[in-house]
């Protein structure tokens, strides 16, 4: 499948206004432009309804990076985005790039926070949003754990005001639980979007691709005991995931993570004197983010040599060189963007060929890859995983 035209960009100026006649304003503009198609509901994951009177066409992003997800889903992207935050500028320098090349408006879209900080709801209201998509972090204060049974998670500061000021918000995730929350936060972008049939073919791929993962059986005592090393070199030694994101593609890839028998939360650090005493099959390192300052160059524009160099240089640089995964050519690098993206399909299949690789015959990451850039307005071009002896 090749990948999508680019649409016209559609693009308006953002003045300033009263909070209260943000909402009105706005979709007086959207009706005085002709924008098209009915009104779309949906239930976001916090089981709240969110209705648009017609698909979304302004967006502010509290997660910049969800501009990947958008990629998979419309021709245009850049031309929905707004205001963001600036984690993707920050945190995928490279995929940025690529996007840029493509969508140079993008170096005009308003920087509304960056990091973890949060968004300050004036600024929001200011672009006239027809929609403001939250992460489930972003949307209850940085709330990480679930609600009571029987009760509803607290609103956070930012989604009380934007609400009360008449903005739409809808929360998707694709970080906390990906292998429970990523389809139907597919579903929800799709509709609010306009672009239901595109992320319907997605889902049926994403859903045919996981279901062969799921049927890779693999006994308790034959699952490595793998260390996922996260933001190798570019952090004190050793970060890594403790029960989510990495630790249930882990899981799913027939391994088991050392790092949750240790850490209780989503991520946290393990001591080095843990990682050199704990006896593990498997080192996988994840990089992107900090290549070229320490750690592992992995991502858009980055080839393969330079990708095995780059995690060479920081296993002996961090003195890992002599773990007996290493000796024993065991050792990886996986591009970090998998965490918050429908893109981790390609991480679990790459981590079970590397744990199992007598088993996965059938299970192509690069076909995969793909299909996936199929779906794309910019594809995914680079090294995306690498191994430290080439097989």
């Known amino acids: 499948m090749r990948p999508l035209r680019r649409r016209t960009a559609l693009t308006l100026a953002a003045g300033l206004v ?29 089981g709240r309804t969110v209705t648009l009177p017609r698909p979304a066409q302004r967006l502010v992003l509290g997660a910049g990076r969800y501009l990947g997800v958008l990629n998979l889903l419309h021709p245009d992207p850049a031309s929905l985005v707004v205001g ?3 984690d993707l500028r920050r945190g995928q320098p490279g995929e940025y790039e690529a996007f840029r090349r493509r969508f140079p408006t993008l170096d005009a879209v308003p920087m509304l926070s960056r990091g973890n900080e949060p968004m300050h709801a004036e600024a929001v209201l200011a672009l006239r949003p027809d929609l403001v998509v939250l992460t489930r972090s972003a949307a209850l ?5 679930a609600p009571a049974p029987g009760t ?6 930012l989604m ?3 609400e009360a000021a008449g903005v739409p918000v809808v929360v998707v995730d694709f970080f ?11 579903a929800i972008l799709g509709r609010l979007l306009g672009r239901e049939d595109q992320a319907s073919r997605l889902l049926a791929f994403y859903r045919t691709r996981l279901e062969r993962l799921r049927k890779l059986s693999v006994p308790a005592q034959d699952m490595p005991a793998v260390m996922m090393h996260a933001h190798a070199g570019g ?33 946290g650090q393990l001591g080095l004197e843990y990682v050199l005493t704990r006896k593990f099959e498997v080192y996988v390192a994840t990089g992107g983010p900090y290549g070229g300052r320490g750690g592992v160059s992995l991502g858009a524009g980055i080839t393969e040599a330079a990708a095995r160099d780059s995690l060479a240089q920081m296993l002996r640089t961090q003195r890992l060189d002599g773990l007996a995964a290493v000796r024993n050519g065991r050792a990886h690098a996986i591009w970090h963007g998998f965490n918050d993206s429908p893109a981790h399909l390609l991480a679990i299949e790459v981590l079970a060929r590397w744990f199992h690789p007598g088993q996965t015959r059938d299970i192509d990451p690069a076909a995969t890859l793909e299909t996936l850039n199929g779906f794309a307005a910019v594809p995914m071009e680079g090294t995306y995983w690498v191994d430290l002896t080439p097989s």
């Open 18 to 46: 009263a909070p209260g006649a943000v909402w009105a304003q706005g979709q007086a503009e959207s009706e005085a432009l002709g924008q098209s198609g009915g009104a779309v509901t949906v239930r976001d994951l916090l």
């Open 84 to 86: 963001w935050n600036d």
């Open 141 to 145: 204060d940085g709330q990480l754990q």
């Open 152 to 157: 509803q998670p607290s609103a956070g500061t």
């Open 160 to 162: 009380r005001t934007l």
């Open 176 to 186: 906390q639980q990906p292998l429970t929350d990523t389809q139907p936060s597919l």
């Open 235 to 267: 952090l004190d030694c050793c970060y890594s995931p403790g029960r989510g994101t990495f630790n249930e593609f882990i899981a799913m890839a027939g391994g088991h993570n050392i790092g949750a028998d240790k850490l209780p939360g989503v991520v």
